[in-house]
């Protein structure tokens, strides 16, 4: 008798995941309370057991909205791997450090808004139009899978390489990387379509190019040289150039976006109204100490 009870038994666990713990391989591993709780708030524990099963993380389409609701934020997203079908994900306000969506290939939209985020993955969700995640410490985005974007918004980071060449940028109606003060090259598909854009916004630090080539282009700006300035600009004939007196020996070289250099004078007024519309790289290079300083000028 006791031995058909045992084999009763093994046979009920079998059909539930096996042994070894497989009742339990089918509950998300979520490891921040805030989340997990938030998550019951929004609905997501259907059986109400206290845990999120893989098929409830599966059943949520949609947006899934975790943003800032307690008084204590969410510091660990760990568990949102299992969303897959979400279409949509906000969890703006919180703590979040990293965040990785690598898994969640649906996303249409993210809202990651005011966080600490030092890094975020998107590339595996090709289908992502907005992005907003403004207000964090994200120092490196690469968005040349997310070829269906619309809105981006990455304004108020610490960005130092931004690469949006995702041979789409005619879709993106949207574009701030405003307050990223350590930016200097913006990598686009058309550096002509993203500076004539009117709703693109840059830092007047950084500038759009399209290769590496044009981005070493630009070279090491030295702050000495901020005090020269060349107007007007946009131009269209005569480029006149204002240079201090302390400064004895300037060269001015005119460069077009592959870094060929068009035009080299020591002259303050240039005549450039044989130059194509379009955008170049005025150099003002010291000849004495040897500094550079390079500044966009649209033809």
């Known amino acids: ?10 046979l009920i666990l079998h059909s539930l995941g096996g042994l070894g713990g497989g009742l339990y391989a089918q509950i998300v591993n979520i490891p921040d309370p805030i989340f997990k709780a938030r998550l019951i708030v929004e609905g997501v524990d259907t059986n109400m057991d206290g845990e999120i099963q893989v098929s409830e993380a599966e059943a949520v389409t949609g947006m899934l909205d975790v943003s800032i609701f307690f008084a204590d934020p969410i510091y660990d997203l760990t568990g949102i791997e299992a969303f897959v079908n979400i279409t949509g994900l906000n969890v703006t306000g919180n703590q979040l450090t990293t965040l990785d969506l690598s ?3 649906a996303l249409l939209e993210l809202e990651c808004i005011e966080n600490n985020l030092t890094y975020l993955n998107v590339e595996n969700c090709p289908n992502l139009e907005i992005l907003q995640a403004y207000l964090n ?12 974007l619309k809105d981006v918004r990455l304004n108020k980071n610490n960005l130092v390489n931004l690469d949006i060449r995702n041979n789409n940028n005619t879709n993106v109606t949207n574009f701030n990387s405003r307050d990223n003060p350590n930016l200097t090259c913006i990598f686009v598909d058309d550096t002509e379509y993203s500076e004539n854009s009117s709703n ?3 830092d007047s630090t950084s500038t759009y190019v399209e290769t590496e080539a044009e981005c070493d282009a630009i070279g090491m700006s030295n702050l000495s040289l901020q005090n020269i300035h060349f107007f007007p600009n946009p131009v269209k004939d005569m480029l006149y150039i204002e240079i201090p007196y302390h400064f004895r020996d300037i060269e001015i070289i005119i460069a077009d976006i592959k870094g060929n250099n068009i035009l080299q004078s020591t002259i303050t007024q240039l005549d450039i109204s044989s130059l194509q519309s ?3 790289f005025v150099i003002l ?9 390079t500044k966009k000028l649209i033809k």
Do not use: R
């Not at 410490?137 to 269906?148: A, G, I, M």
């Not at 290079?285 to 300083?293: A, G, I, N, V």
């Open 278 to 280: 379009g955008l170049y």
């Open 285 to 293: 290079k010291d000849l004495q100490t040897k500094e550079t300083l």
């Open 200 to 202: 693109w916004y840059k």
């Open 137 to 148: 410490q994200l120092t490196d985005v690469n968005l040349t899978s997310n070829v269906q």
């Open 103 to 105: 898994n969640n290939t």
């Open 1 to 10: 008798m006791k031995t058909l009870t045992i084999l009763f038994f093994i």
